[in-house]
């Protein structure tokens, strides 16, 4: 009997290799419904919008499974979880493959930073400083033994509702937004000024949010940090 061939991908040593379900990508588009007599079918909720289509940056994953880690990475695991920014989904530029449908895609684990000033141009000015984002990983976090662990330059904060219904003096309801808010800290790198369990102080639209566990948790970048009251 012929022994079936395995499927072995190395990655570049600064990036990881994340798997996303089959099951995953198809409940974007789909879900199961109990009808009359107890038998599932699928409901067609959402059509898979063409790559390059503005549509299809809101059809993303937020989760994968980490399937292997280049050489250099020593903070991940195989096996982790991977939290993952909308963009990697949202287009094809990170796609590796499929293995069995499920796809394989591959992004930097680190995010790297400029270590000086770039040469100023005729008006002085610089496209990038010291400390300035260089490359940006689209790799928020991870969970690993059912625990949040955000990576910088990311923190992951609870999720309250961006709306909120208030009364006016009138006795009217009407739709509060937030401008500066609070917010519980779930997990933040050991570098970040804010810490597991603090309450921040946080613009309301520098969050974004991923779907984790079936739950929602917000995120932002730690330099949007305001204060730690």
């Not at 199961?32 to 898979?48: A, P, Q």
């Not at 020593?74 to 949202?90: Q, R």
């Not at 990311?154 to 937004?177: D, I, M, R, T």
């Amino acid at each position: 009997m012929k022994q079936k061939e395995k499927v072995q991908i190395s990655p570049h040593p600064d990036k990881i290799l994340i798997k996303v379900s089959k099951a995953s990508w198809n409940s974007l588009f789909s879900k199961y419904i109990t009808v009359k007599g107890g038998k599932k079918v699928e409901l067609f909720t959402d059509i898979e919008e063409t790559e390059g289509f503005e549509g299809r940056f809101r059809q993303n994953v937020s989760v994968g499974i980490i399937v292997a880690i280049g050489k250099n990475i020593t903070h991940i695991l195989p096996g982790d979880v991977a939290i993952i920014d909308y963009a990697v989904t949202g287009n094809d530029d990170a796609l590796v493959g499929f293995v069995k449908e499920d796809r394989i895609i591959s992004i930097d684990a680190v995010t790297t930073y400029h270590k000086e000033n770039s040469v100023p141009n005729l008006n002085g000015r610089h496209a990038y400083v010291e400390g300035d984002y260089d490359n940006l990983s689209r790799l928020l976090g991870v969970v690993r033994m059912g625990k949040l662990m955000a990576l910088s330059p990311y923190v992951f904060l609870q999720h309250e509702p961006a709306s909120k219904l208030a009364v006016s003096k009138e006795g009217l309801l009407h739709v509060k937004q937030d401008g500066i808010c609070k917010r519980k800290v779930l997990s933040a790198d050991k570098d970040c000024i804010a810490k597991e369990g603090d309450t921040i102080l946080i613009r309301e639209t520098d969050l974004f949010s991923r779907i984790v566990d079936k739950k929602e948790i917000s995120v932002i970048f730690d330099r949007d940090v305001l204060a730690v009251p």
